[in-house]
Structure formats: C-alpha cells, structure tokens
C-alpha cells in the first residue's frame, strides 16, 4: 500500500466539489501533526475522523468485479474502497446474528 502524502500547509487542501471527491483525497493524504494540534487548523477542513486502529489489508478483485463494484459507488456518491468496507461490515454482521455471536 503506497504512502499517503503529507499536508504541511492547509493551502495544500484543495476545494472538493463531492464529497466522494474528498474521500478520495483523504485516502491518500494524510495532515502533518502540527496541523492537527488543537487551534491550529480550521475544523471544516481537517478530514473526517478515522479510527487509530485499522489494518491496511490487500484484496485481489476480478477485473470486472472492481469495475462493478467501482460503478455502484459512483451511483452512490462514495469511493469503491468505502463501499466495499460497509459491505464487508454488513456481512460479518449477519452472520454474527447468524451464528448467534451477538
């Protein structure tokens, strides 16, 4: 997985016009640590809050799976990756109850 870039300066944030567009540059960005201290960033800037703890995790897709799955995210106004870690989440859900888990 590549690494994100850093933004050192808020100017380097450019506008988004969706926020599909926005997610998307969130993906590979990330903001250096002196912006994210407190006072020191506008708060409708910085980038939605994530988790501290996730694993970046590697996934082969058939080709047409991917493109499939690239065009109902498009449909929904989100990014592929997005899309496909609710569904992920969906499921392990389900069969959570299924298995009488939770």
């Not at 708060?43 to 996934?59: G, Q």
Request: hydrophobic share 40%; glycine share 2%; charged share 30%.
């Amino acid at each position: 997985m590549p690494e994100l870039t850093i933004i050192t300066d808020m100017s380097q944030v450019p506008a988004f016009a969706t926020e599909a567009e926005e997610a998307d540059f969130w993906a590979t960005h990330a903001l250096a640590e002196h912006l994210l201290s407190a006072g020191n960033a506008d708060s409708d800037l910085l980038p939605p809050t994530r988790p501290r703890k996730s694993n970046p995790t590697s996934l082969r897709l058939g080709t047409d799976l991917e493109q499939r799955l690239r065009h109902l995210a498009e449909l929904k106004g989100t990014s592929y990756q997005t899309l496909l870690k609710e569904f992920v989440l969906e499921r392990v859900y389900e069969e959570e109850k299924r298995l009488k888990i939770i």
